[in-house]
């Protein structure tokens, strides 16, 4: 597989659950990152990785945990989420931080909290 | 704080040039940035300027910058049904390449 992927494509979760999104980059990038897309708001960067170190937190509630084994992999862990979680979310990545490097995308997955 | 706007929706007729607007507000930004999505896909990256260029032009896309007014445009000469897709504007904010999105502009192209 090339660029980014993330898997599961599609879910749908009670609020009371536990679930992980996973993205996968074969790019050999250093930095990682999460975005939230919601029908209502812009898109809103909530983690960045660099070198397996968060770097950023945008203000996400506890709620998500994001994880980052080593720099091809980026977790997002999700438990007792609410209905207004549900958004698509989008991982990134880039070969380093800093604005001269193009943040390449994954599909996303469509998450639905019922 | 940061803040990037865009009209939400625009219709051009295939052949015609589509012109995209964004404002931002961040006037520290290093680079500002067009990206395109298209439905049950993620971003794709079309075109980026440097903050000191006025203008930037790659084949049918040409990004114009007028830093005074805080303002992008995206040129699309000869649109195609191809194009159709939700087009976002997104600035560099900070050292850790920190993107500021718009809320995407839809554009429509009908025959």
């Known amino acids: 597989e090339t660029g980014v992927t993330q898997t599961p494509r599609h879910l749908v979760m009670g609020m009371t659950n536990k679930k992980s999104l996973k993205c996968e980059q074969h790019l050999g990038h250093n930095a990682m990152y999460w975005y939230k897309q919601s029908a209502k708001k812009p898109l809103e960067l909530m983690f960045v990785y660099s070198l397996e170190e968060r770097v950023e937190n945008n203000s996400v509630p506890s709620r998500f945990s994001p994880e980052c084994p080593n720099s091809s992999h980026l977790f997002l862990h999700l438990h007792t989420l609410q209905p207004e979680d549900s958004a698509l979310y989008l991982c990134?990545?880039?070969?380093?931080?800093?604005?001269?490097?193009?943040?390449?995308f994954g599909p996303g997955t469509r998450l639905t909290v019922t | 704080g940061e803040d990037v706007e865009q009209s939400l929706f625009l219709s051009v007729r295939e052949g015609d040039s589509s012109v995209i607007n964004c404002t931002y507000t961040d006037s520290s930004s290093t680079y500002l940035y067009w990206y395109k999505q298209e439905p049950g896909a993620g971003l794709q990256l079309l075109t980026y300027?440097?903050?000191?260029?006025d203008m930037k032009q790659d084949q049918r896309l040409t990004v114009l910058l007028n830093k005074k007014d805080k303002h992008l445009s995206l040129r699309i000469a000869d649109t195609q049904t191809g194009d159709s897709a939700i087009y976002f504007c997104?600035?560099?904010?900070?050292?850790?390449?920190?993107?500021?999105f718009g809320a995407g502009t839809r554009l429509a192209v009908h025959p």
């Open positions: 990134a990545s880039s070969q380093d931080m800093g604005g001269d490097y193009e943040q390449y």
């Open positions: 300027i440097f903050s000191n260029m």
């Open positions: 997104a600035e560099s904010f900070g050292g850790y390449n920190k993107l500021i």
